[in-house]
């Protein structure tokens, strides 16, 4: 938004989409840009005691331990690099290995698009038949979009003998809902079949234990909820059951580690400088990484992961929960019937912090348009959906009370034919916000 007049107030519930930047970032960034123009190359190895910041080369191990505690993985699990889909094509080339008796991969039929064509993408490198070897779960109940955790089971299991891969959202883009990765997964390896996931809107918006879940492996970006900032290096997980390295084999002149594409960042530091052009990948997550990853990102995201530290996913979850179900029970708080419905699972371990209102046909560009001029920043998917998001970290019950209070007047006007609005009764425009100015 411009002007000096919009700095004033906002109800910022978009944090599903593009997370807000925390006032830290621009010290962070400012440190950082002083020592490389102080030290250029030597700052790669050199301590940099005007700032807390470690030497260059040594700062993406200092993310992933960070970043591990989000998601419920040891450090040596978490490698922070590329963007998702980039991390999830690398990742697939490792794990998606097709023979001919198991081939096909599990989808859900409403993906993210990126997702879906990545899959494509790795069905048709293979040569095999997307109709064929790309199976899609849709939703069975035709009033809701949600898929049910034994709708997911009956899927895996009718194609037990067939399938090397399932791959699906921590949390769906579209309508919030929250699967059950643990259950999932089980269920998946029970018929050697691995697992895989896209964390996207999960990570920093729902505690994890993808270690203890046996998670095969999963990518995230780290713009939404991470706060890292637009098009923000993004981060992966492998479990360590398959990322060692038997140096023996090595020795041998076998190969002595999960296949993968590789690269030198990906390499044993201990040999990395010495140019031999013999990979020894690193232990671990980082033995997938490709190229030297970009610290100016990876400082963004630590300024972020700094804030993370100071509380715990267990209690920004149970913040989220009160928050997000204050949401939800003012939206239904209702004596009349209402021109939107809310199509995320309405118990509160199904969903994070979304909650997405499918409006009745013909209202989405009123109501955005009234949101807007009051001040309010919410995100909208074509047709009619508009999805909504409390953040525990800068977002208040002020900020959820002020948003459907604009929101039902929003629908009432645009029902009526108004676009316009009565500023008087609606400036209230976030005006008791809570933003990162009161968590540092």
Request: hydrophobic share 40%; charged share 20%; glycine share 8%.
């Amino acid at each position: 938004m411009e002007g000096e007049e919009d700095k004033e107030s906002c109800i910022y519930l978009s944090g599903n989409s593009l997370g807000l930047q925390p006032r830290r970032t621009a010290e962070r960034i400012s440190s950082h840009l002083s020592a490389w123009a102080s030290k250029g190359v030597t700052g790669h190895f050199r301590a940099h005691d005007d700032s807390n910041l470690p030497p260059f080369v040594n700062l993406d191990d200092v993310a992933a331990e960070k970043m591990a505690a989000l998601v419920g993985a040891a450090q040596d699990e978490v490698a922070v690099m590329e963007t998702l889909t980039a991390n999830l094509h690398i990742l697939m080339a490792s794990f998606y290995r097709p023979t001919k008796e198991r081939y096909k991969i599990i989808i859900e039929g409403g993906a993210f698009p990126s997702d879906h064509f990545a899959v494509e993408s790795h069905i048709r490198h293979h040569d095999l038949d997307i109709r064929d070897a790309m199976v899609l779960i849709e939703p069975i109940d035709g009033e809701s979009p949600n898929i049910s955790t034994s709708h997911v089971f009956s899927i895996i299991d009718k194609h037990a003998s067939s399938a090397a891969l399932i791959l699906l959202p921590g949390i769906q883009y579209y309508t919030g809902q929250c699967f059950d990765i643990k259950r999932i997964t089980a269920r998946a390896h029970s018929h050697g079949i691995i697992s895989g996931w896209d964390l996207a809107h999960a990570v920093g918006n729902v505690d994890m234990e993808l270690h203890n879940w046996d998670v095969d492996f999963a990518v995230w970006c780290n713009y939404k909820y991470v706060n890292a900032g637009p098009g923000a290096i993004a981060a992966l997980f492998v479990h360590e059951k398959h990322s060692s390295v038997d140096t023996g084999a090595l020795g041998d002149n076998r190969e002595g580690f999960r296949p993968r594409l590789s690269g030198w960042w990906g390499s044993d530091k201990a040999t990395r400088f010495e140019m031999d052009n013999r990979f020894v990948p690193i232990t671990g997550a980082a033995g997938f990484q490709l190229g030297n990853p970009s610290v100016l990102a990876i400082t963004a995201l630590l300024a972020s992961l700094e804030i993370f530290s100071f509380t715990s996913m267990a209690s920004i979850r149970a913040q989220s929960m009160a928050l997000t179900g204050y949401l939800e029970d003012l939206l239904l708080a209702t004596s009349q019937e209402e021109p939107y419905k809310i199509i995320t699972p309405s118990s509160r371990f199904e969903r994070g912090a979304q909650l997405s209102l499918l409006l009745k046909p013909g209202l989405l560009v009123g109501v955005m348009k009234y949101l807007e001029d009051s001040g309010v920043v919410v995100d909208e998917r074509k047709p009619d959906v508009i999805r909504v998001a409390p953040v525990p970290l800068y977002n208040s019950f002020c900020d959820v009370w002020d948003f459907v209070h604009i929101f039902k007047e929003a629908c009432q006007a645009t029902q009526k034919g108004h676009l316009g609005h009565d500023a008087e009764a609606t400036m209230i425009q976030g005006k008791r916000k809570k933003g990162w100015s009161q968590i540092m």
